[in-house]
Nanobody, 128 residues
Framework: QVQLVESGGGLVQAGGSLRLSCAAS????????MGWFRQAPGKEREFVAA????????YYADSVKGRFTISRDNAKNTVYLQMISLKPEDTAVYYC?????????????????????WGQGTQVTVSS
């Protein structure tokens, strides 16, 4: 089993910044890809960003490209999502997820059903 705990959410004005963290425990953290997803009120959960085992080759949704940065510290079993230039439409519950499939070593996925473990989410609210 893997436990994922997100933190760092909150209320911020448009144009502001936040950094989300996701602390993992339970399995070898360096042998999984990590992803961030979000779910806005009344909408389906959507992919935001993903990062490989080693931290290279991050992948982003078009809606956040250039504003969000995903990174990881395998020594701390933590993945981060740095968010800048936040917009009201970024308001959502943000979830981190872990993909332990062997293929995730080289191939990132945007599909929710290919992630094995999920955190409980952290609320991000961007006011206009």
């Amino acid at each position: 089993q893997v436990q994922l705990v997100e933190s760092g959410g909150g209320l911020v004005q448009a144009g502001g910044s936040l950094r989300l963290s996701c602390a993992a425990s339970g399995r070898t953290f360096s042998r999984c890809a990590m992803g961030w997803f979000r779910q806005a009120p009344g909408k389906e959960r959507e992919f935001v960003a993903a990062i490989s085992w080693s931290g290279g080759s991050p992948y982003y949704a078009d809606s956040v490209k250039g504003r969000f940065t995903i990174s990881r510290d395998n020594a701390k079993n933590t993945v981060y999502l740095q968010m800048i230039s936040l917009k009201p439409e970024d308001t959502a519950v943000y979830y981190c997820a872990a993909d332990y499939r062997p293929v995730s070593r080289t191939t990132l996925t945007t599909r929710e059903d290919e992630y094995d473990y999920w955190g409980q989410g952290t609320q991000v609210t961007v006011s206009s």
